[in-house]
């Protein structure tokens, strides 16, 4: 079975600085993990994605995140915050068989001016 | 083509009325999911469709949940008998594939039991 832990469920940081939220999985075979990001009163849209292809993944709005197997982690990150990267942020791992996400109950980023 | 549509975007009922919700998924995406997101959690995931089955029913918190998707595209969720821990929003995605596929998700039904 597979789940996702998300260390943190507010995050503050200045405007400029490093954003890294944590996202530990627990899986028997490396899964696909996701990360989401929901703006306030928005649905949700996918950042970025892992498959296996490279563990350092890329995603929109300058966010990437490391998969490191030894440590089961997928954390996000982004060099320097932006006022509007104030959000709710998930993280979802899906196994390579059978249908179910599991989504981390979230994570609340605030960026202070 | 267009995204993941909801309806309603917001819907208040009474306690112990019925409700559906319904999502329109995008043209071609065969798998379906359906969430919930109650105030300050993470999304509770509902019921999956395949097609027009649903192989994972699991997340149905109770038999006064169903849903059901036909054509293999709208999909209804319907709450009988509703209750205020049902308050939630309901989230509907749909990806290409149901293994790994991204999902992508609709704006969501606010229902707001009284």
């Known amino acids: 079975a597979q789940s996702v832990t998300q260390l943190g469920s507010h995050v503050s940081v200045s405007e400029g600085a490093l954003v890294l939220l944590r996202c530990n999985y627990s899986?028997?075979?490396?899964?696909?993990l996701f990360w989401y990001v929901q703006y306030p009163n928005q649905g949700l849209q996918l950042l970025l994605k892992?498959?296996?292809?490279?563990?350092l993944v890329k995603g929109i709005n300058g966010f990437e995140a490391e998969f490191k197997k030894s440590e089961t982690s997928f954390h996000l990150t982004k060099p320097s915050a932006h006022m509007s990267d104030a959000a709710e942020y998930f993280c979802?791992?899906?196994?390579?068989?059978?249908?179910?996400?599991?989504f981390g109950t979230g994570t609340s980023l605030t960026v202070i001016p | 083509g267009a995204g993941v549509s909801q309806s309603p975007s917001n819907k208040v009922t009474e306690k112990g009325k019925d409700v559906e919700l319904r999502c329109d998924p995008i043209?071609?995406?065969?798998?379906l999911y359906w969430y919930r997101q109650s105030l300050g959690q993470g999304l509770e995931f509902l019921i999956y469709?395949?097609?027009?089955?649903?192989?994972?029913k699991s997340g149905l918190p109770s038999d006064r949940f169903s849903a059901e998707r036909t054509g293999g595209s709208v999909s209804t969720l319907t709450i009988q008998r509703t209750q205020q821990e049902d308050s939630a929003v309901y989230l509907c995605?749909?990806?290409?594939?149901?293994?790994?596929?991204?999902?992508?998700f609709g704006p969501g039904t606010r229902l707001t039991v009284l």
């Open positions: 469709f395949q097609g027009n089955s649903a192989p994972d």
């Open positions: 995605a749909s990806s290409l594939s149901g293994t790994g596929g991204t999902q992508y």
């Open positions: 043209s071609g995406h065969t798998a």
């Open positions: 892992y498959t296996s292809a490279a563990t």
């Open positions: 979802a791992v899906s196994g390579h068989t059978g249908n179910q996400f599991y």
């Open positions: 899986s028997s075979v490396p899964p696909y």
